[in-house]
């Protein structure tokens, strides 16, 4: 069950992340969206690639990508897609990117697709089934408390623009070590269990939706700033789950 839509997120991710690896440091054109986040042509390209091949495959199902939006978004089964994870870093030239792939059933992510085009790694899940790198098993780390944990924060604008910097003062000094990792390859490190806690404050469903379901088959826990387990506030702690409650305490106080 959903083996069918897991290859076919897996063949869109890697015809995605080819397209990606074309462009990569040849400067393609790129232009500024209202948001202020820039859009390439391999953004462009690599969406309408993973759109043709999943439409192909299941044209009753519905999509929400960032670059082309809602299409039957009030169907049973809805496609969510970053067609290109981290374009700031593709833009310039670092390795930090991919596509992000998910598939929410009655409201529930089921399956996630992670791909790295740079070093050729893909990570999926599907509900129930487990968390995998091409046939390994993958598992959060069992690092017990904050001040042996390795903790991820997404861009540092999107906390200071929420005065969210005397948090991020307080985790310094609380963690062993922290570092900046917020797209799919935080979601990556954090599920082989590299990274023991990420969090984001500003994020789009797209950003996280197969991060999430990727976490949690890996055995750590993924909700919102409020505990609430949605990919539509804005915000992400993801985690095993030790550290996931230290620091949902955290950020409460």
């Known amino acids: 069950m959903l083996f069918q839509e897991k290859d076919a997120a897996v063949r869109a991710a890697l015809a995605a992340g080819k397209i990606q690896m074309n462009y990569f440091r040849q400067n393609p054109k790129t232009e500024i969206k209202e948001d202020g986040s820039p859009v390439t042509i391999a953004d462009q390209l690599s969406e309408k690639k993973i ?37 700031k870093d593709f833009v310039r030239g670092l390795p930090w990117f991919g596509p992000l792939i998910a598939l929410q059933k009655k409201g529930e992510i089921v399956v996630g697709v ?54 991020l003062s307080d985790l310094s000094l609380k963690s062993f070590h922290m570092r900046t990792a917020d797209n799919g390859y935080g979601y990556s490190y954090l599920a082989q269990g590299f990274l023991d806690g990420l969090m984001e404050a500003a994020v789009k469903p797209w950003d996280i939706a197969a991060g999430k379901i990727i976490i949690e088959e890996a055995g750590g826990k993924v909700t919102d700033f409020n505990g609430v387990n949605s990919i539509y506030s804005g915000n992400i702690i993801a985690g095993n789950k030790n550290i996931h409650a230290e620091l949902l305490s955290l950020v409460k106080q």
Not at 76 to 85: G, H, M, Q, S
Not at 141 to 149: E, P, R, T, Y
């Open 51 to 87: 759109l043709e091949i999943l439409k192909y495959e299941f044209p009753l199902h519905g999509f929400l990508a960032e670059e082309s939006g809602e299409t039957n978004s009030s169907a049973e089964n809805v496609w969510i897609i970053d067609p290109l994870d981290g374009t």
């Open 114 to 167: 992670i791909h790295l085009p740079y070093v050729n790694e893909t990570i999926w899940a599907i509900k129930g089934k487990g968390v995998f790198i091409g046939n390994k098993k993958l598992q959060v780390s069992k690092v017990s408390s904050l001040s042996q944990a390795t903790i991820a924060q997404g861009n540092l604008s999107s906390f200071t623009k929420r005065n969210y910097l005397n948090f």
